[in-house]
Every structure is written in structure tokens, then in C-alpha cells.
């Protein structure tokens, strides 16, 4: 490509200014550093190695989760099981000599900070900070705040939204950041840091804050926002903050976080077109935008694609629309690579599970959070059907966890587990334990097809998708979150049930959308696999060119610089 990349600008790595401070509860940076639990954290982890890569003064703020989110087994009979996700902390993070008080519940509690550099494909570095209060002169209280990702109740989480809102903002003024631009909240958790800013400048007015804030939602159902009763806030925050909050939200109201940022922010999206309508709808205002998310290309596409991208695109890692030429790129070279990617995929998971995948075999990755709106049992409702369709040409693999408190979730993975054993002598099905990066990029880099059959609307993005098409790897999906933009028929893949109006979306069937899955494997997808190569090459490519360009985090980024922070770096 003779267009100019970044490699051929030069960044100072050494210029300290930062003008875009992201705020976040999980991050998900690498899968041997479990603070993240599932698509909010990765989102986050990408964004944050965008900004590395394309020299943007960002810096992440977070949470040190001593236990991880949680290591997942599963039983024999199909039941998750929970331990803690110790993780050499101490070797992935260096520590500052940084610190910062905050009165939590009349407590003052000493807050203090692990770093972690993204170092970007020019060596411009993106520092992200992770805070700490497990300290030894702190109140057992205040030390347990810090074991696990949305772990604790109602108490808890309000204390940790403290830390990580009004906490960060100090911390980051004793690093030395006196003047921050922007503060993007990533989810309302960090919502807080407004009262903090509020204080810090002696406002007797909220709105004034009001150009420094941005806030990205993510959640499209009015039950999924984080709500604190009145009585909780007051025995947490400091008066100070109360009497700050009273004037935004009213005295003696429910906190609900995702209004109160939406209230503080200059600037608020959704994380997909469709996505953005919902919010539009949720939050009663016509101003709210939507930046459809993407995900960090290098670290989700395989490595045997990633050399053949190197050597047919070149440049993608810093201009991702040079994607568009994956059209080009000869078939032969295409399924050499996929072949490299879905061997090592079935390598692996015949190996640990004693199974015997077949490399020759139609393979089906499903791996989410097992949320019961994911529906990860959709496949089996009708296991006559699904054996009459694929016995001896479909194989399965699943993974996900469960949040631990969930019960519905647990019974989720029970039932596919038990829908696995009725058809494995003629359909295998494998579940994967411990979901994480890793599995997620070897499932997303090696099956042939990617399933997502979420109610509609509550798949607000969803990226898991992205990372198939950008391998090569079709998608079968509920038109919902980024698949409305993203699907072509029978080019890049398939979708599930119809494409609805923004009134409809929350009209949805199981039994009619299980149909349509069916139909879709029977007349679609199989025949297309086992008889007609040129097409499936066809679509694999075709997927890459109209994907990749778009749904990636370095073009996410560049529109949250045009919308959302805008005139600020
Ligand atoms: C990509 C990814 C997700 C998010 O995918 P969705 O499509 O939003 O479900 C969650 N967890 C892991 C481990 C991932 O790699």
C-alpha cells in the first residue's frame, strides 16, 4: 500500500501530556491478568491498546482484583464450579509510590496503585492503572474491596464504585495529572469521579462539569443499571458528595447510575447503531449517539492469518480499512490458513478433553457469558430436529461462565451440558471450562461458524462476532447489536430470525428463532460447507474485506476523538 501509515510518523514516547483519562471497573488486557469478566472489559482492553498503537495521550484507570473475576471447573454432572483466580500480580504490574485517601462509610481508607504499559506498535505507551486498597493498614473492610470483579452486594459495590471514581481522580492528581480534558466513563460504575471534579473546582453547579465527562453505556435493558438506595448513599459517600449528588438527582432518590452519567456527560453513546436507538428511547433524549463497537485486530486474529494478512495487505495493523483488499487474497492461501487455525483449536480441546474432533468436520463455536438472555441452550430445543440435521456433519464446541451468584446462569451451562450428552454419540458437543482470552481467540480464530442467539435488543454490541468474520470464521446470528450492521446474507455470513424495527425488537420467540436456526443449518449452512467450496472461500473472504475495515478499535476510537472528545487532545 503506498498510503502513508502510522509506522511512517514518528510519536514521542516521552511526551507526558495526557488529555483522555478511561475509566473502567474490568479490563481485559491479557489472559494471564483475569480483571475483566466478560465484553465491557475486553472493550475496554482494546480500546486501551488502540490508543497505544495510534499514539492517542490516553490513560486507563481501573481496579486491581486480587482474585480475578473467578477460575471456572465444571463437574461431572454439567455444574460450575468456582475458585479463586490467584494471579502473580506483583510480576504484571509495578507498583508506584502513588497513594491517595478517601472517607468511605466514615472510614478513611488508603488507596494505593499498580501500573501496567501498553506499549504500542510505535512504542508510544499507554499507561493503565489499577488501584489498590488490600493494604495492611487499612480496615479488613476496606482491604476485601479489592478480591473479586462484581463480587461483593450492594455495599460493596457502592464502596468500590467510590474507590474507582473518587479514588482514581486523586490518585491521578498525585501521579501528577493536574489537567485532564476528558474522562470517559466506560459504564456508570465510575460515575463518582463527577462529584470529585465537582469538589476539586468548588462548582456550585453541576453542569459545568458537564464538557469534561463522556459516557459510553452498554446496557440496553432499564433492569441491568447499577441502582443505590438513598439510605446506602448516606451511610457511604461523605457529606460533601451528598449534598452534591441532592442537587443532581434529588433529595431521598434512588441513585441510578447510568442517569446520573448521563447527566454529567457532554457527550453519551450507545455501543451500536441499533444500540444507540435503544439508549435514544431509554434515557428520553434525541442527542445521544451511537459509536459502534470494534475490537483490537493484533490481538484477535490468528497468527497464521496474521502472517498471510502481513504478506497480502500489509499495513493493517496501523490502517485497518487496508482490509478491504482481503478480496484478493487467492483461496488457496485463505483455507491453508483457517486449516492451521482450526487444527490447532481441535488439537487442543481433543487433547484436554479426550474427545476426537474431526478436521474435516462442519465445527460450531459458541462461547459467551452465560447469561440466561444468551440462550446458549437454543440449539437443543428440539433435539429430534437438530440430530435429523446434523448427525455426522456438525460438531460443537461451547464455553462461559457464569457470574458465581447466578443460579440461572449455572443451570444455563447445565442444560447444554445435558443437551451435549443426548446427541454427542452422533453429534459431539464439547464445553470448555474457564472462558477467557485465550480460549476466546483460539474459538474465534478456528471454528468454521460463530452461533450468537441472544434475545433482542440485549446483545447492545457484542464483539465476540467481530473476532470470527476478521478470521475468516462465518456468523450465524440474531440480527441484534453489531450483526444488524454487519451481516450480509449468504455473503457474510447468516442471520437468525428477522431483521426488526427498534418497536419490535423486544417481541422475540424461542421456538420460532430456534426454527430459523435450524433452517439456516439445514439449507444454508451445511449444504454450503460439504458442497460448494468456492462459495464458503467466497464468504470467508468476503467477510474479512467488510468486517475488519470497519469493526475494529482503532476506527472506534478515531470517532470517539471526532464526537466524543472533540477539540480536546
Ligand atoms: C470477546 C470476548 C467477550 C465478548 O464477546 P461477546 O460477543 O460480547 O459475548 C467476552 N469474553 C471473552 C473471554 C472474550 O474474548
Known sequence: MDKPTLESFSVDASQPKRSVFYFTMEVALRSDMPTYSGGLG?????????????????????MLWRNGYFKQEIDEEGWQKEENAIWDYRNKLRKLPNYARVKIAGKSIRIEVWEYEIVGRTGYTVPVYFLDTNLPENPKSA??????LYGGDE????????????????????????????????????SLLALELIRERGYNSYDKIKKNCVFTTHTPVAAGHDEFPFELLKKVLHPIY??????????????NLTRLSHKLSRYVNGVSQMHGKVAREMLDDPEIGAITNG??????????????????????????????????????????????????????????????????VLTIGFARRAAT????????????????????KLQFIYAGKAHPKDKDGKELIHRVI??????????????????????????TGGCDVWLNNPRRPREASGTSGMKASSNGVLNLSILDGWWIEGYLEGKTGWAIGPNAELADMESYDDSKDADDLYEKLENQVIPTFYEDQTKWTEMMKTSIALVAPYFN??????????????GSL
Open 373 to 392: 438472555y444468551k440462550r446458549a441452550d437454543l440449539l437443543f430445543r428440539d433435539i429430534e430436529r437438530l440430530l435429523e440435521i446434523g448427525a455426522g
Open 295 to 360: 475490537i483490537h485486530l493484533p490481538t484477535w486474529i490468528h497468527p497464521a492469518l496474521q502472517e498471510l494478512f502481513d504478506e497480502e495487505i500489509g499495513g493493517w495493523q496501523f490502517e485497518p480499512s487496508n482490509f478491504v483488499h482481503a478480496i484478493k487474497i487467492p483461496d488457496e492461501k485463505i483455507t491453508r490458513a483457517h486449516s492451521a487455525a482450526k487444527n490447532e483449536l481441535l488439537q487442543y480441546v481433543n487433547q484436554t478433553y479426550k474427545t476426537d474432533l474431526k478436521p474435516d
Open 553 to 566: 478499535t482503532h476506527r472506534m476510537l478515531r470517532e470517539y476523538v471526532e464526537y466524543g472528545y472533540r
Open 418 to 443: 445435558q443437551g451435549a450428552k443426548e446427541v454427542s454419540s452422533d453429534i459431539p458437543v464439547v464445553y470448555l471450562e474457564e472462558y477467557n482470552m485465550d480460549i476466546g481467540a483460539m474459538l
Open 155 to 190: 455495599f460493596t459495590r457502592l464502596c468500590q464504585e467510590v474507590v474507582l471514581g473518587i479514588g482514581g481522580i486523586r490518585i491521578l492528581r498525585d501521579i501528577g495529572f493536574n489537567n485532564g480534558q476528558v474522562y470517559h466513563l466506560n459504564e456508570g460504575h465510575a
Open 242 to 255: 451528598l449534598e452534591h449528588l441532592e442537587g443532581i438527582i434529588g433529595q431521598g432518590h434512588p441513585l
Open 143 to 148: 482491604r476485601d474491596l479489592n478480591q473479586y
Open 42 to 62: 475486553v472493550l475496554a482492553g482494546d480500546t486501551l491498546k488502540s490508543a497505544a498503537d495510534l499514539g492517542m495521550p490516553m490513560v486507563g484507570v481501573t
